[in-house]
C-alpha cells in the first residue's frame, strides 16, 4: 500500500477522488479488497463495531424473499452511509453536511428502502447527527452544541 497506516491509505485514496471531482467513497480496488477482508476476517473489528454490521445486515434482509435485490440495495444504502461519513471526514465545514433531510430521494428510496429508521438515525448518531425534527437530521458537537444554519 505504500502508507504507514491503512487510515492513512483510505484518507488519500479519499483525497485523489476529491481530486478528481468524485468526493465518495474510495474506488481503489487493492484498498477495497485489504478492507473487505479486514470486515470479513477480523473478529476484534466484529466485537469493535458491537454487532452494528450484522445488527444492519439482519434489518436490510429480514423478510425478503429475493435476496439478490436486497443485498443490492443494502450495499448503496452502506455507499451512501459512507459517503454522509466520508462527507464530514474530509469537508467537516460545508454547511450542506450539517443537516440530513429524511425527507430527500436518496434517505426515502436509498436508506429507507433498505434499512429500518431506527437503525438509521442510530448509524447517524455514531456519526453526531441529532433528530432536529420529523425532517431533519442535524450535526452536533460532543457538548451538544448543533449547527444549525437555514
Known amino acids: 500500500m505504500g502508507s504507514s497506516s491503512l487510515s492513512e491509505d483510505y484518507r488519500l485514496c479519499l483525497e485523489r477522488e476529491l481530486r478528481h471531482g468524485r468526493a465518495g467513497v474510495c474506488g481503489d480496488p ?22 452494528d454490521a450484522l445488527a444492519l445486515l439482519t434489518d436490510g434482509l429480514w423478510g425478503r424473499a429475493d435476496l439478490a435485490p436486497a443485498l443490492r440495495g443494502l450495499a448503496r444504502a452502506f455507499e451512501l452511509l459512507e459517503l454522509a461519513a466520508v462527507h464530514l471526514y474530509l469537508l467537516p465545514w460545508r454547511k450542506e453536511f450539517t443537516t440530513i433531510k429524511t425527507f430527500s430521494g436518496g434517505y426515502v428510496h436509498v436508506l ?9 438515525i442510530q448509524s447517524f448518531q455514531k456519526m453526531g447527527y441529532v433528530r432536529r425534527d420529523d425532517h431533519r437530521l442535524m ?8 449547527q444549525v444554519h437555514g
Not at 487493492?30 to 454487532?51: K, M, P, T, Y
Request: aromatic residues 6%.
Open 30 to 51: 487493492s484498498l477495497r479488497a485489504v478492507l473487505w477482508h479486514i470486515l470479513v476476517e477480523d473478529f476484534d473489528l466484529h466485537g469493535a463495531l458491537q454487532d
Open 112 to 120: 429507507k428502502g433498505a434499512l429500518s429508521e431506527d437503525l438509521l
Open 139 to 146: 450535526l452536533c458537537d460532543h457538548s451538544g452544541l448543533c
